[in-house]
């Protein structure tokens, strides 16, 4: 009855309710959206999500990590090669993938954990660019060129062809690691991480073993990675080495800070909606995009510096008399001169 209780997820109603809206919407977007593109796009930004969570469980423990693409590549490569090389079925090689590049993290968490702040950083950094270049160098993993005509999943004769089934398959991992990571944040284990991330020392003095805590953080957020690079070769059906690049894993940390690094789940889910679909939309005036989203990221920067929701929670309430206020400074500023 004790496990029980641990594990629990506990949830206001209102919560609650949102999340559930959030869920409902979720469930039938291919019902209402005809457009694959749309539903491509709604794949990507669960994909990243994901990712951007893994970011921000390892935050959650004091670490930043630059590596977190490089597990999301173990993930892809295994799974392909357990497919290609040994005829395993999808549906044993997700598992297969994802508790391999777990027992993977594990061994490698278990060294460079001991070393947080701007060395961890640095061995993660590293960690990403030999991951690249192992999968370049390495004819096993289709060199540069990568590994191509990867099999899509399939139930028995079914074969998964358009985007719905590739959805609501991706709509059930990101909902498993969702129940998974809120569980953990709302257990023992979580407030562990939070003490360790808040004081180091202080947990430590309380009795909180900081290296045990922080190398399960690196193994499960790691393992996440890699089933996502699991699903990633199967939908793309190709990989190739600049799945590990070094841009990848700067963007999965801006998901998480872009939409509040303190909520370790909606946050990444808002950041990586907004960069996922804001640069899409702006291609029809594809001339002008990298300009506008570069200004919208600057804007969200200098004005959101907590994160999207991070400065909605400092600010409950907005008040469009300020609003008027400080536009009213500005053009006084401007006709003065005194910008």
């Not at 749309?38 to 390892?58: E, K, Q, R, V």
């Not at 004091?62 to 392909?80: P, R």
């Not at 990298?290 to 909605?312: A, E, K, Q, R």
């Amino acid at each position: 009855m004790r496990s029980m209780t641990k594990w629990r997820i506990p949830l206001s109603k209102p919560r609650l309710i949102a999340l559930s809206v959030i869920g409902v919407a979720l469930a039938i977007l291919p019902l209402v959206v005809e457009s694959p593109y749309i539903l491509h796009l709604a794949i990507m930004a669960l994909i990243y999500a994901a990712l951007g969570m893994t970011f921000s469980m390892l935050f959650s423990t004091g670490l930043i990590s630059l590596g977190c693409a490089a597990f999301y590549a173990v993930g892809a490569y295994t799974s392909a090669l357990l497919v290609m090389k040994l005829g395993l079925s999808f549906w044993l090689a997700l598992p297969l993938a994802t508790m391999i590049t777990g027992v993977i993290a594990l061994g490698i968490g278990s060294v460079i954990v001991r070393y947080p702040g701007a060395p961890f950083v640095l061995v993660t950094l590293v960690l990403a660019v030999v991951t690249q270049q192992t999968a370049g160098q390495v004819e096993l993993f289709g060199g540069w060129g990568g590994i191509m005509d990867i099999p899509s999943p399939s139930i028995g004769a079914l074969q998964f062809t358009g985007k719905i089934p590739y959805y609501y398959l991706l709509l059930f991992l990101f909902g498993m690691i969702v129940l998974v990571f809120q569980a953990l944040y709302s257990s023992r284990i979580g407030r562990a991480w939070k003490s360790i991330q808040l004081s180091d020392p202080l947990a430590k003095a309380v009795g909180i073993n900081a290296y045990r805590y922080r190398v399960s953080a690196f193994t499960i957020a790691s393992s996440a990675a890699g089933l996502m690079g699991s699903f990633y070769a199967h939908y793309f059906q190709t990989i190739t080495p600049d799945i590990t690049g070094g841009w990848v894993s700067i963007y999965i940390q801006l998901y998480a800070v872009l939409g509040g690094i303190g909520f370790y789940i909606l946050g990444p889910a808002l950041g990586a909606s907004i960069m996922v679909f804001v640069p899409e939309f702006l291609r029809l005036v594809e001339e002008f995009e990298p300009v506008v989203t570069g200004i919208l990221l600057i804007v969200l920067i200098v004005f959101f510096p907590g994160g999207i929701l991070g400065t909605l929670q400092k600010r409950p309430r907005f008040r469009l008399a300020n609003l008027s206020d400080r536009i009213r400074k500005i053009r006084r500023w401007i006709s003065t001169g005194a910008l």
